[in-house]
């Protein structure tokens, strides 16, 4: 008997469907290699989800979301959707689907490529070899605090509010995942937190260091504030090896560290924490190329690869498409964000492509 898995396959907005129909590609070929039955069930997701149904979540999705083995998410949002109710907008489904399937822990791997050094923003020696992982907490912080929302006070004028809030056992949970992981690489942790003026990081601070006493003293624990973090990061990336940081201090923060390997197009990330987890590139919709087949589809298929790690136990997979996408990089091929001089300059269909012709011989 073959092993079968599902997995609900939300495209998204934007570029969302087109760097996930080069992953669905990658999961038909690795499918077909290893003999497994996939069962893709695609659904729709943020803009799309608003359009079909009136909610960027809907039922339909969340629950397909739920019964599957994984998710794979391209990526939501877009102009059109920038006014209407904070509640209707695209980016709320991919908070409702981390909150619903409890996946308190992203993991952001910033690795660079060795034939992307010359394609990051810093040179090439402070970059070579470089290989962090942000662990981002995904379900508390800023993100979900309350009392949040916009009211109108007496003599009309509007006051906006988010609330930053953690609780003790949020915070050990995720400063467990953060260790654990550690434990498996090069056992140091840097906690990146705001706590000379932000109680609630004050209090992450404190916890952070309570656990790494009581649990991972074998783990080097540093701590650092978010902006000289986010300098740091330019300065001396390599200083780093796992990050472990807040909801919305990891969200910049990864963005930033993107930059580090040639382009947000490469970053994958896996949600983990409850029984089904979720894989999806770091970056958005990125309207300004969607529908013109420019998109770097690295990151999502990257981020399958996280996914056969993570959840279908398959860690050979994911070590096949990094091998993969090393030698198509190697060879010259480049997408317009990582393009530089002397390469070969290829559309997100083409890299798809590349990588299913390259997987095939691999596998
Ligand atoms: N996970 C998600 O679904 C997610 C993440 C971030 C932003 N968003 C949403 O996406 C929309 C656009 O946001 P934004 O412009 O701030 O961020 P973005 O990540 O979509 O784009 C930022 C820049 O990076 C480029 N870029 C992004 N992904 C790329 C790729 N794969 N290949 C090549 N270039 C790429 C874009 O062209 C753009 O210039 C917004 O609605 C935002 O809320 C969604
Ligand atoms: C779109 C938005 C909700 C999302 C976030 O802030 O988490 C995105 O920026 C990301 O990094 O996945
Ligand atoms: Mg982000």
Same mark, same amino acid.
């Given at each position: 008997?073959?092993? $079968? ?50 909610? +960027? ?32 907008? +695209? @980016? ?13 822990? #992203? ?20 970059? @070579? ?85 009581? @649990? ?11 902006? #000289? ?26 963005? @930033? ?29 990125? +309207? ?61 269909? $083409? ?13």
């Amino acid at each position: 008997m073959s092993q $079968e898995y599902t997995i609900a396959v939300l495209p998204g907005d934007g570029i969302g469907p087109e760097v996930t129909a080069e992953a669905v590609k990658v999961l038909r070929v690795v499918e077909t290699r290893l003999g497994l039955k996939l069962n893709l069930n695609e659904k729709p997701v943020g803009g799309a989800g608003y359009e079909a149904t009136g909610h +960027p979540l809907p039922g339909e999705t969340l629950e397909a979301a739920k019964e599957a083995d994984a998710v794979l998410l391209g990526a939501v949002g877009g102009p059109q959707w920038e006014t209407i109710d904070f509640s209707l907008r +695209p @980016e709320r489904a991919l908070l409702g689907l981390r909150s619903e399937l409890n996946l308190f822990a #992203n993991l952001r791997p910033a690795k660079v490529f060795r034939a992307l050094t010359e394609a990051s923003t810093l040179k090439p020696e402070v970059v @070579e070899g470089l290989d962090i992982l942000v662990v981002r907490e995904l379900t508390g912080g800023i993100y979900f605090g309350e009392p949040r929302g916009v009211v109108t006070l007496q003599g009309g004028e509007r006051r906006g509010t988010n609330t930053l809030v953690y609780t003790e056992s949020e915070i050990v949970r995720i400063a467990k995942v953060a260790f654990d992981v550690a434990l498996k690489r090069n056992k140091k942790v840097c906690s990146v937190d705001k706590a000379n003026v932000l109680e609630a990081t004050g209090l992450w601070r404190e916890v952070v260091t309570d656990l790494h006493k009581k @649990e991972f003293s074998g783990v080097e624990l540093s701590h650092m504030y978010v902006d #000289n973090a986010a300098m740091q990061l330019v300065r001396n990336p390599k200083q780093f090896d796992v990050i472990v940081t807040t909801n919305m201090f990891g969200d910049i923060l990864s963005d @930033e560290a993107s930059m580090l390997t040639g382009s947000i197009g490469m970053l994958p990330s896996a949600s983990l924490g409850g029984k089904t987890a979720m894989y999806e590139p770091i970056h958005g919709s990125a +309207p300004d190329i969607a529908g013109k087949d420019m998109a770097n589809p690295l990151a999502t298929i990257l981020s399958v690869g996280m996914m056969f790690k993570y959840s279908l136990d398959r860690e050979d997979v994911n070590t096949a498409l990094e091998n993969v996408v090393e030698s198509i990089l190697e060879a010259g091929y480049r997408t317009k964000d990582i393009m530089s001089k002397g390469m070969k300059e290829v559309g997100c269909k $083409e890299m798809g492509d590349l990588v299913v012709q390259a997987l095939e011989k691999k596998l």
